[in-house]
């Protein structure tokens, strides 16, 4: 019963840690108007980093957000 139970305790804070990592990797862009005079919606982007793997836009991966899947090459430079 005690294995059972630190087993528990183990998996929520692995559980916690991913959720926490995961709300870490997405920033709210704000809305404004483009030089035209087109108006952005507010919306949320992947983090800035030197990774072309982690984007929301790279293949493989999604947006949580949206639920569109990748559409870039991440391998092309």
């Known amino acids: 019963m005690k294995k059972l ?3 528990g305790a183990v998996s929520v804070l692995i559980g916690s840690f991913l959720i926490s990592s995961a709300v870490e990797a997405a920033i709210r862009v704000r809305g404004g108007f483009r030089s035209n005079g087109t108006y952005v919606q507010p919306h949320y982007r992947s983090s ?6 982690d984007n929301y836009s790279a293949r493989g991966n999604y947006n949580p957000y949206t639920g569109k899947k990748g ?7």
């Open 5 to 7: 139970i630190t087993l």
């Open 48 to 53: 800035p980093n030197s990774s072309r793997f």
């Open 71 to 77: 559409y870039s090459k991440p391998y092309k430079w």
